[in-house]
Structure formats: structure tokens, C-alpha cells
């Protein structure tokens, strides 16, 4: 299963990015899809996390701003991103279970 991450840009602060990851195949039984993401000389860190049963869990610094949501039957998980800050400049990857996407890249200028 290949997982292909989209919508990452350049945009100015207090701007909206919706981030999309399609798996190649159905994914059905995962217990954990989420968002992870990494800035430059930064560990990668846990953006959002939707597991089994609709438990979600998001960062501190993203939290009210930034939304995960998955569609089984499309393959996909979401993350929409709001009032975006500088500070979430970083590579964004997916993942679907114990599978990665490539990562897509995210800028936000003040």
C-alpha cells in the first residue's frame, strides 16, 4: 500500500491548507491514521491522531485550529488547517496504520 500526501503550499499566516493522503489500496482494519510533521534540524511530531472508535487526539499548539478526518470508502485522511502560523512550517506526513506517505510541505509566511 503506497500512501500519496497532497495539498501542502506556500501561504501567508492566518491562511487555511487542507492536507489529503490517498492509499493506493483499502485500508480496512488500522487501528491509528494520523498526521505527523517535521521541521528542518526538528523532530517529527504528532500533528493529529484519529484511532479506532472516533478518539482523537491533536498538539497542543494546533488544537482549535487544525481538523483530521478520514473517509474509509475514498482512502483517505484529511487534515484542514487553519490560521496558519509560521511556526507550522514543516513536512507533514501521513500515516494509515503502519503505512507512510512521501510527506508533503508546508509554508506559512508572516
Known amino acids: 500500500v503506497q500512501l500519496q500526501a497532497s495539498g501542502g503550499g506556500l501561504v501567508q499566516a492566518g491562511g487555511s491548507l487542507r492536507l489529503s493522503c490517498a492509499a493506493s489500496?483499502?485500508?480496512?482494519?488500522?487501528?491509528?491514521v494520523g498526521w505527523y510533521r517535521q521541521a528542518p534540524g526538528e523532530n517529527r511530531e504528532l500533528v493529529a491522531s484519529?484511532?479506532?472508535?472516533?478518539?482523537?487526539e491533536y498538539a497542543a499548539s494546533v488544537k482549535g485550529r487544525f481538523t483530521i478526518s478520514r473517509s474509509v470508502a475514498e482512502n483517505t485522511v484529511s487534515l484542514q488547517m487553519n490560521s496558519l502560523k509560521p511556526e507550522d512550517t514543516a513536512r507533514y506526513f501521513c500515516?494509515?496504520?503502519?503505512?507512510w506517505g512521501q510527506g508533503t510541505q508546508v509554508t506559512v509566511s508572516s
Open positions: 484519529m484511532m479506532r472508535g472516533g478518539i482523537i
Open positions: 500515516h494509515i496504520g503502519h503505512y
Open positions: 489500496k483499502k485500508v480496512t482494519v488500522t487501528n491509528r
